[in-house]
């Protein structure tokens, strides 16, 4: 099957400091890339959707201007949380869609906020 | 808005015992469903779709789905777990004009016992 990476697996940053998340498609071409985010024993949050070439689309309550969403090739989309905060420490796991209906998951990155 | 159910937060069996998860959505129209399965320290993977057709669906390593539209339900089912089976299962669906997104169930945690 389709194979998604991330990029890192772990990072721990300051409050204050801004963090980026990569997310690749190894081995085909994503046109359009989901961000999720998971508390802990919870549920995945879609966040946004990521189009190759154009501007996010992001779900309600989504800050835009916290989470920066960036697509610029068809393999690789990156998730940057500015001016991290504790409350933004959590699971980010990105997909991408090879065939339409069906979405492959990346590996996630566990974000910590000192 | 469109939303989905997983009833059972936590499910232990022991090995060869028969597995049924139970998966509710809310939405009046079209849906497209999925079952996801994360085994630990894995990332998301695919057990089954479905689309249109055939309200059983087979999916990977002897999993089953039944779409019972009168119910809105997608309930997952197996007739004999194994240990391998210990991870956690997440429902979702993708509906009407949110076409590519995913919207997941809280999941369920099952444990199997060998």
């Known amino acids: 099957g389709a194979v998604v990476s991330q990029h890192p697996s772990w990072v721990i940053c300051k409050s204050g400091t801004s963090v980026k998340i990569e997310c690749r498609s190894l081995?085909?071409?994503?046109?359009?890339m989901f961000w999720y985010r998971q508390f802990p024993k919870q549920s995945l949050m879609l966040m946004a959707t990521s189009n190759e070439g154009s501007k996010a689309t992001y779900e309600q309550g989504v800050e835009k201007d916290k989470f920066l969403i960036n697509h610029a090739s068809l393999t690789l989309s990156t998730l940057t949380v500015t001016s991290a905060h504790p409350e933004d420490s959590s699971f980010y796991i990105c997909s991408a869609e090879e065939d339409p209906d069906e979405q492959f998951f990346g590996p996630g990155t566990r974000l910590t906020v000192l | 808005a469109q939303s989905v159910s997983q009833h059972n937060h936590h499910v232990i069996l022991s090995e060869a015992a028969s597995l049924e998860l139970g998966c509710n959505y809310s939405y009046g129209g079209t849906v497209n469903l999925f079952w996801y399965v994360q085994y630990p320290g894995q990332h998301l993977q695919l057990l089954l779709k479905y689309f249109s057709g055939d309200p059983l669906v087979k999916g990977i390593k002897g999993f089953e789905a039944e779409f019972i539209k009168s119910k809105f339900s997608f309930n997952l089912r197996k007739p004999s777990v194994q240990w391998s089976d210990t991870a956690e299962y997440f429902c979702?669906?993708?509906?009407?004009?949110?076409?590519?997104?995913?919207?997941f169930g809280s999941g369920t945690r099952l444990l199997v016992r060998p």
């Open positions: 081995d085909f071409q994503a046109t359009t």
């Open positions: 979702a669906v993708n509906a009407g004009d949110s076409r590519y997104k995913l919207i």
